[in-house]
């Protein structure tokens, strides 16, 4: 099968993917207690208010409708209007705010690869020593930290105590710097696990102690023969990583006062800003689909005896 048509099949198969993503978003609204439109209008809003906020989302046509209008506006790009300042939703996430939390994760993502990709070939090609064991207790520390206690901690130290970085916002170099390496340390702690156990399987295979046998030099029986084969698993590993960045930055983007989807999505569940919050979902949804995707046809381009079917 050539990569075009399986880009295509795949791309199909992602229909009632978004479908349902579309719907779960869709019952956001109404799986909130309470009457939406006294939610979004306020307690205090008169009968005349609620009947006029009622109408404007919608809410006395039955549900089915409701779903229906809702896709049909979806797949045509309106996702609706916000109730705090009447802006389309489409433009309060793509205007800035998806592409800061889209520069941060990929930031973070290369930086996690690079850190834990090193560190689980050294701690492969070294197992059982000293090294191995300090670089697999550093990576169950990244593991275990909460990245909004990693985050506090840095602002602490390079930003309070040393004055060498910025506290918050997002715009320049070093700006980045504690954001990316918050959001980064848990990614690289997973990359470099998973980098470690997959560089010991493919380390053990016949192949390699034959390429070994026959004098080729162990910088390239290490990275042209097992780390091509180790890393895919890896790329997995990295997809889902990126796919959580994306999502997941919430906590990062609010220690350091970034404008991105996260933060935009906590601000809005706090106002009862329920269209921008089934925006921000629905688009950080089929982010991860997309990303999803690509993992898949990168496995064909680390391995061409791996079928695209």
């Known amino acids: 099968m050539s990569l075009g048509v399986y880009i295509a099949r795949r791309l199909l198969q992602m229909i009632p993917v978004l479908l349902g993503v579309v719907f779960l978003v869709f019952s956001l609204l109404h799986l909130v207690p309470g009457d939406p439109a006294m939610i979004m209008a306020g307690e205090q809003a008169s009968p005349v208010q609620l009947e006029r906020m009622r109408e404007r989302l919608g809410l006395n046509d039955p549900l089915h409708i409701q779903y229906l209008r809702y896709l049909g506006n979806a797949l045509q790009g309106d996702l609706g209007s916000s109730v705090r300042n009447n802006r389309a939703v489409t433009q309060e996430i793509f205007t800035s705010r998806y592409w800061t939390t889209l520069q941060l994760a ?77 959001l980064g340390t848990a990614g690289a702690a997973v990359i470099a696990r998973m980098t470690r156990s997959s560089m010991l399987e493919v380390i053990g295979q016949d192949y390699i102690r034959t390429a070994r046998a026959k004098g080729v030099r162990e910088a390239i029986v290490i990275n042209k023969h097992a780390l091509r084969n180790a890393l895919i698993p890896v790329v997995t590993v990295v997809g889902l990583q990126f796919g959580f960045f994306l ?24 106002a009862r800003d329920f269209p921008v919050v089934q925006g921000a979902v ?17 496995y064909r381009f680390l391995n061409k005896r791996i079928e695209l079917s």
Not at 169 to 179: E, F, H, M, S
Not at 253 to 270: D, H, P, S
Not at 282 to 298: G, H, K, P, Q, R
């Open 282 to 298: 629905l688009v950080a949804s089929v982010s991860f689909m997309v990303v999803n995707l690509v993992v898949d046809v990168t």
């Open 106 to 182: 990929t930031m973070s993502i290369m930086l996690a690869v690079f850190i834990g990709v090193t560190a689980g070939v050294v701690s492969a090609v070294w197992r059982h020593s000293l090294l191995d064991t300090g670089i697999m207790l550093v990576a169950l520390f990244g593991l275990s930290m909460p990245s909004f206690w990693l985050g506090i901690m840095l602002i602490f130290w390079f930003s309070v105590q040393l004055f060498w970085l910025p506290a918050a916002g997002w715009g320049t170099l070093q700006q980045a710097v504690l954001p990316v390496i918050t």
């Open 247 to 270: 999502g997941g930055s919430v906590l990062t983007e609010t220690v350091f006062a970034i404008n991105g989807l996260g933060r935009l999505m906590v601000g809005a569940i706090a």
